[in-house]
C-alpha cells in the first residue's frame, strides 16, 4: 500500500518510466492498493496514464482517492466505486468557510496562487495554501518545518469537532467525515480483502505523528517512511531483487500504544 505525493511521484506530477516499471513488476506478484488525498482524476493523472495495466494487473490495484473516502476496483467495464463517503453539502459550505477564516486570520492566505486554494473533492474537503497546481519547490519552500500546516489544523481541528481534520501534503490540510482517514480506507481494504494488518506493508513520507500516513502506523499496519519516490523506487527495487541482491531497508519500530 503506497502515498502517492512525495512518495510514488512528486506532488501533483506524474510517475517516472523506473516507478511505473516497479509498480507493473509488484502487480505481477502482489495485490497493490494506492492512497492518497488527491482526487480519482489525480490518481488517472499521476498513475494510470502512465502504466501500461492489462485487465489481469488492472484487477490488482486498488485506489483509494481522498484518503480512502472513495474506494475504486477495475472490472471489465473500467474503475467502479466500492464504495464512497461524500460530505453533505452543508458540512463542506462550514469547511471552506472555516478553512478560508482561519487561512486568512493567520496570514496564510496567499493571493497569487496556480489554481484554487480551496478544492471540494466530494468526499473530502482540501485547502491547498498555494493552490492545487503549485510548482514542487515553491511548495517545499513554504512550510519547511510544518509549524503553518499545524497553526491551521489547529485553528480548523477546534471549529470542526464533528469532522476530521488533518495536515496532508507539504501545504495542504485535508477534512473528511469523522473518523474517516487513511486508518479508515486501510481498515475497509482489510475486511474486503480478508486480510490482517501484518499481511500488509505501508510505504509513506507523511508517517510522523500529525501527518496524514500516521493512522495507517497507529493501526499497527508494518510501515516504511520515505522522503520521495526515489527511495519507493529503491525499496521496491530491492523487495524484487533476487535472492542475495541487495537487501530492503528496515520497517519503522513499532508504535508504543500503551
Known amino acids: 500500500m503506497f502515498d502517492l505525493d512525495d512518495t510514488l511521484a512528486l506532488s501533483k506530477a506524474k510517475i517516472t518510466p523506473r516507478m511505473s516499471q516497479c509498480l507493473l513488476r509488484l502487480l505481477s506478484q502482489k495485490n497493490v492498493c494506492i492512497i492518497s488525498g488527491g482526487r480519482y482524476e489525480q ?16 484487477e490488482r490495484l486498488h485506489l483509494m482517492p481522498t484518503c480512502g473516502t ?33 487561512a486568512k486570520s493567520l496570514g496564510l492566505w496567499a493571493e497569487n496562487t496556480w489554481g484554487e486554494v480551496i478544492e471540494d473533492r466530494g468526499s473530502q474537503v482540501t485547502f491547498s495554501a498555494l493552490g492545487q497546481q503549485a ?23 477546534a471549529r470542526l ?10 501545504t495542504s490540510i485535508d477534512v473528511t467525515k469523522k473518523g474517516i482517514d487513511k486508518a479508515y480506507g486501510m481498515q475497509r481494504l ?22 496524514n500516513d500516521y493512522p495507517v502506523r497507529q493501526m499497527g499496519v ?12 529503491d525499496y521496491v527495487e530491492a523487495l524484487l531483487a533476487p535472492e542475495g541482491g541487495p537487501a530492503a531497508p528496515p520497517l519503522l519500530a513499532p508504535l508504543d500504544l500503551r
Open 43 to 58: 490518481f488517472q493523472t499521476q498513475v494510470l496514464e502512465e502504466l501500461p495495466l492489462t485487465p489481469e494487473l488492472a
Open 70 to 102: 472513495r474506494y475504486l476496483r477495475w472490472d471489465a467495464s473500467g474503475w467502479r466505486d466500492v464504495y464512497c463517503e461524500n460530505l453533505a453539502d452543508e458540512e463542506k459550505a462550514l469547511i471552506i468557510s472555516v478553512l478560508t477564516e482561519g
Open 135 to 157: 510548482p514542487h519547490h515553491a511548495k517545499v519552500a513554504w512550510d519547511p518545518d510544518g509549524s503553518r500546516r499545524r497553526a491551521l489544523w489547529a485553528y480548523a481541528a
Open 161 to 170: 469537532p464533528d469532522l476530521e481534520v488533518r495536515s496532508g501534503g507539504s
Open 190 to 211: 482489510l475486511e474486503y480483502l480478508d486480510l490482517r494488518v501484518e499481511d500488509v506493508l505501508f510505504i509513506g513520507d507523511r508517517l510522523d505523528e500529525g501527518g
Open 222 to 233: 508494518p510501515c516504511v517512511a520515505v522522503t520521495g519516490w526515489e527511495q519507493t523506487a
